[in-house]
């Protein structure tokens, strides 16, 4: 065993992966300091996420990233993105000087930065590429997901890697183990035996960091990712990026419990599971009225719901919006969700998990959420299209509620304020891992060591 061996050999058994990249060239000139800070480390690994909160230029760094490894490489590089977020990131490349071109199979592929949708990826051929890059790569949070796995399997071999999404909810353990794993840095399940115990303690028995690694285990994160809420997380400059308190406005309606009662004198609203959508039915009238009130003036808006019913309803009640479906041909949802940025229409409406990934909105300062689901994560990733880095005024969430979804909102909410405090404890380890990795001086043993002669078997005079 050669001494790069047992030195590769060391660091595996470390959990901490070697840097496999290289030294990038000259950094696109329209790069501010957090993301050539977070673009330099990515490509010096290799095979990196980037955790950065939304509008802090994750595009920007995924596209000069991916130019330095065609560079590189000599191969092109291939850019997964979510729905009508790929002919997003060919406009970023030619305001930033870089050129991309958006793909929809092997046969358009260029020697370059090529960028497509994820649902095009079986038209695509893996092997063919030097680097990938996974565009909100939270879409490997599911463990057994048939995307996630597809993903692992296809690049398992490619040796440039990039993982990009807003900071992840830091409790969300799979999600890390998910990218770790995806990056080739260590298997989840070796990284739940190593940091974590299982919780048996509660009923759903979650995974929880073991109090004795938490600090291990951010170092372990830091040594392949590279996480920020603010620039100052990674040396950056904060200004224009701390936007003022979101306009939040609470909008109750009364909801009729004399239907659907039951047998009883008066409905008694439970949203469980079971309930919750039948619920909903029952206020979709009401909820959609006021929700339109709202949406009608001159400004852009985004009108938010959760099922077809209220989509449909809506885009009838709400003069000249636009609607995007599910059921629409990827091409039609592609040309209405880019036509609402360009300004095409006052109003667009849409689900979260249709249009809450990866677009920009800034042009938008109003959203109405004419219903909302406990998911906390699409609530969070849709009010995040239009309150991001490039909003020039201040941002007006009105959310229309059934008097009997109280426990929904209080729901959001609470998990709001966990998910706030966890990124702020993320951010504080983080930047003492990233810090101590800065500071730690790596003792580096000559390869080419004296022995005694007798060692050798050779005699001493």
Known sequence: MSIQDYRAY????????????????EINKHMKPHQINAVDFALRQGRAALFLDTG????LCEL???????????????????????AQMVREGQKFDIEAVQVKEQSQVVRGVNVANYERLPKLDASAFGGVVLDESSILKSFAGRTRNILMDAFKDCHFKLAATATPSPN??????????????????EMLSKWFINDTATASQEWRLKGHAVEDFWSWVASWSRCATLPSDLGGDDDGYILPEIDRRLHT??????????????????????????????????????AAELATHDAPVTIWCETNDESATLAQIILGAAEVRGDMKPEQKEELLLGFADGDFRAIVTKPKLAGFGLNWQHCAHAVFASISFS????YQAVRRSYRFGQTGVVRNDIVLA????????AIHGKSEKHAEMKRRMADAMGRAQQNIKTRVEYN????LAFPSWVNGRKTS
């Not at 060391?10 to 060239?25: D, L, N, T, W």
């Not at 990218?179 to 989840?188: D, I, K, T």
């Not at 906390?376 to 609530?379: G, K, N």
């Not at 043993?445 to 080419?448: E, K």
Request: glycine share 6%; net charge neutral; with cysteine.
């Open 403 to 410: 008097d009997t979804e109280a426990a929904i909102w209080q």
């Open 64 to 86: 000069e990233w991916s130019r330095q490894v065609v560079e590189k490489t000599g191969k092109p590089v291939l850019i997964l993105t979510p729905l009508a977020v790929a």
């Open 253 to 290: 309606v009364a909801a009729d419990r004399q239907e659907d009662t039951q047998g009883n004198l008066f409905r008694i609203p439970e949203l469980s599971a079971t309930s919750f959508h039948a619920e909903k039915r029952l206020t979709m009238a009401a909820r959609c009225e006021r």
């Open 445 to 448: 043993r000559p390869i080419d």
């Open 172 to 189: 969300d353990h799979m999600e890390l183990g998910n990218h770790a794993e995806f990056l080739g840095v260590m298997r989840q399940q």
């Open 56 to 59: 802090l230029g994750k595009s």
């Open 376 to 379: 906390y994560e699409q609530h």
């Open 10 to 25: 060391i660091a595996s058994r470390a959990g901490k992966p070697m840097a496999q990249g290289f030294a990038p060239r």
